[in-house]
């Protein structure tokens, strides 16, 4: 039961870690640095992120995080992989992302404000959002899937060496 509960929590982890590095740059890479607020934006040495530059980032990230776990050349070039259809598919969700934002405005600064409107613009990005959050768990678990269980608890604990310092 412990060696269960300690590749779960290996998997746990190392599915945290991807989402920390990966979730920031693909986010603000959807945002394209738009909307209600002005965070990271996007932004990659000062321009907006193409899914071109999301990938090589990523790509750097991923080689920095399997380093330290002994992952095979084959193994990295299944990651990479992996995280480059994951952009491919939540820079797809950007126009719609884009086009919900543009519709808010537009109810927003329009004379008189439609509530029917807004809610059902709010349940087309809610929509967005949950799409992409899918996609960025099914790209966690197929990463999870590459790596063998000895490989994820290392990230796992690695991760956890990370936090408690």
Do not use: C
């Not at 330290?68 to 084959?74: F, L, Q, T, V, Y």
């Not at 259809?85 to 086009?99: C, I, K, S």
């Amino acid at each position: 039961m412990e060696k269960k509960r300690t590749i779960l929590y290996g998997v746990i982890g190392a599915a945290a870690l991807l989402i920390l590095v990966a979730a920031r740059p693909i986010t603000a890479a959807i945002q394209n640095g738009a909307g209600f607020h002005h965070s990271w934006g996007g932004r990659w040495g000062g321009h907006a992120m193409s899914p071109e530059a999301a990938k090589e980032h990523l790509q750097i990230a991923s080689k920095w995080l399997l380093r330290d776990i002994d992952a095979s050349p084959e193994q990295q070039d299944r990651v990479n992989a992996i995280v480059a259809g994951a952009v491919d598919d939540l820079f797809r969700l950007r126009e719609r992302h884009q086009q919900n934002r543009d519709a808010f405005h537009r109810q927003l600064g329009g004379a008189t404000i439609d509530r029917a409107a807004l809610e059902e613009i709010r349940k087309s990005e809610m929509g967005v959002a949950d799409e992409a959050s899918k996609r960025l768990v099914q790209a966690l678990a197929d990463v999870s899937d590459v790596l063998t269980p000895e490989q994820r608890q290392a990230l796992a604990e690695r991760i956890h060496r990370h936090h408690a310092d």
